[in-house]
């Protein structure tokens, strides 16, 4: 590629100016304006104090010395600012892109090796078993199994992880809950209302036991739902079986072997302080009874036994209180810096205008199964990847119901849809594509169409970039890119000519190579964002 070979070039002009050692943290970027060039280094600017020189003087130096030995593409190198170094290119390293796309195709474009192998667990969605999720709960799903598709593509392991919490005071709730609407009782004030539960109550047998039965029917409700959004769970660990293993006694055996717990005012505690959080906490209550940090800190030592290299924890923003003393759990238990856990915003839900309000315990809440039935999955999911986790997002049921170009989710699968629309055209027009090696794909040289080749050129890094900063909304922001820029060259650049009418076979094969492209990449970020790429629409 040729970052690569930029990469390179500069790096072997930094030794040869006697710059000892190169410092790691040359990088090369685009520019943010088109007109600064192609690519652009900042070389310059961290290796000058290692050459002894002003940055923009050897920047000049640098120039200088690439421009006596242009790389292949490079038609010119200049300095810019304080110390940047600028580098403009022929067309022909976007020609090379679509050769690498189409060689590599969809399993192999934009494929890396950041993960080595390594095997991470990521946990996600984990919604208490009380109820059906509410559509809040898709955006964790889909930021989940998107982020799980992402480093997949980037080398890992990936084990999909959801959390029951079946022991506690909720379950207990739901469970009289749906006991007593059965019976024909009240349900208790603290109880949870709904009409799901007047609806479970009523399928339950006479003589179940609703303890068992509501675990079933809500469990199957979940699993079920998710599938349905196309969200697969390798593994339902249940938090009672932390209790029956006896998981939580082996963990409170290890953390005082590491000196991280001691005993006050009747309670045992653990000594957070001592590893990066500000106070200590209860992990036995004076009466014997275990706090649910324990189990917490159990569930994740398991994690590490069962092999796991590192831990993800996606949880709402409500769970911020957690993360310090969980990673001091972790570190305590000998792996620090391996619990990771972001925090997601909340969803706000709109129909005609109106918010809608979320409470599962009153019964005023959006079900998720219900969004899926009426949007489908591909928007739901394609929606709740639009903006990162991190910020609040408003959910507009009248506007992802649309299907025009407004709606981001048919704008990108119908460029997906109008590619496989020329595939049939051409079929009907006897039109083939020839071997890549026999076609001049220099033809192509329409601003529309190396805009398609630019945004090809940069999904390998946006995929890296989604990996490591744990942010699949990238990928769908590139894929927007990608799909606006495909729907210009489409209206723009006449691919296979009108009916009838004789078009230029030789560009007519360029640009066959170009939409083949196009659907690589599509097909590739489609996939990491778990969205179908249509053939039809």
């Not at 942010?471 to 691919?495: M, N, Q």
Request: charged share 25%; proline share 4%; with cysteine.
């Amino acid at each position: 590629m040729i970052r690569d070979t930029l990469t390179q070039a500069v790096r072997a002009t930094l030794a040869s100016l006697d710059v000892d050692p190169v410092p790691d943290n040359v990088s090369l970027e685009r520019p943010a304006r088109p007109d600064h060039g192609d690519w652009s280094t900042n070389a310059a600017l961290v290796s000058a104090k290692a050459a002894g020189r002003n940055p923009r003087q050897l920047a000049v130096a640098i120039a200088e010395h690439l421009g006596a030995n242009l790389p292949e593409h490079v038609t010119a190198v200049e300095v810019a600012g304080p110390g940047f170094v600028n580098f403009r290119l022929d067309d022909g390293w976007l020609h090379d892109v679509l050769t690498e796309v189409v060689t590599a195709g969809v399993d192999g474009w934009a494929r890396l090796d950041l993960g080595g192998g390594q095997k991470v667990d990521v946990e996600f969605v984990s919604a208490n078993p009380t109820g059906p999720l509410h559509v809040g709960a898709g955006r964790w799903a889909a930021f989940g199994d998107s982020l799980c598709r992402v480093l997949e593509r980037c080398g890992w392991t990936v084990n999909r992880e959801y959390y029951v919490n079946d022991r506690g005071t909720q379950t207990t709730k739901f469970t009289e809950s749906l006991a007593a609407v059965k019976a024909g009782r009240p349900v208790p004030d603290d109880g949870y209302q709904g009409q799901y539960i007047v609806d479970w109550a009523a399928e339950m047998p006479d003589d179940a036991d609703p303890a068992q039965w509501g675990y079933d029917r809500v469990m199957g409700d979940l699993a079920g739902t998710l599938a349905a959004m196309g969200v697969k769970f390798d593994t339902w660990f249940s938090e009672r079986s932390l209790v029956s293993s006896g998981a939580l006694d082996r963990t409170l055996s290890d953390l005082t072997a590491a000196g991280a717990v001691y005993e006050a005012d009747g309670a045992t505690w653990f000594r957070a302080s001592d590893f990066g959080d500000r106070q200590d906490h209860v992990l036995v209550k004076s009466d014997g009874q275990p706090t649910y940090l324990l189990s917490d800190i159990a569930y994740h030592r398991d994690k590490f036994e069962r092999g796991y290299d590192h831990l993800i924890d996606v949880f709402g923003a409500d769970h911020h209180g957690h993360v310090a003393r969980l990673q001091a759990a972790v570190a305590a238990l000998g792996h620090p810096g391996h619990l990771e856990m972001i925090l997601g915003q909340l969803v706000t839900i709109r129909r005609q205008g109106e918010e809608v309000l979320a409470s599962k315990r009153s019964g005023d809440y959006v079900d998720l199964a219900e969004v899926l039935a009426e949007v489908g999955p591909d928007v739901a999911r394609l929606i709740f990847l639009l903006q990162s986790i991190d910020t609040r997002q408003i959910f507009d049921l009248d506007v992802v119901k649309r299907q025009s170009m407004d709606n981001p989710v048919y704008y990108v699968q119908y460029a997906h849809a109008r590619i496989a629309s020329v595939a049939r055209v051409a079929a009907e027009r006897g039109v083939s594509r020839r071997p890549l090696g026999d076609v001049d794909l220099r033809l192509l040289d329409h601003q529309r169409e190396l805009d398609v080749l630019r945004s090809l050129a940069e999904l390998p890094e946006v995929v890296a970039s989604a990996c490591l900063t744990r942010a699949p909304h990238k990928v769908t922001t590139w894929v927007l890119e990608l799909a606006g820029r495909f729907h210009g060259f489409y209206h723009d650049c006449s691919i296979l000519g009108p009916a009838g009418a004789e078009a230029d076979p030789e560009l007519t094969q360029a640009r066959l190579w170009l939409v083949e492209a196009t659907r690589v990449g599509l097909s590739v970020a489609l996939g990491l964002l778990g969205v179908a790429a249509p053939e039809s629409m």
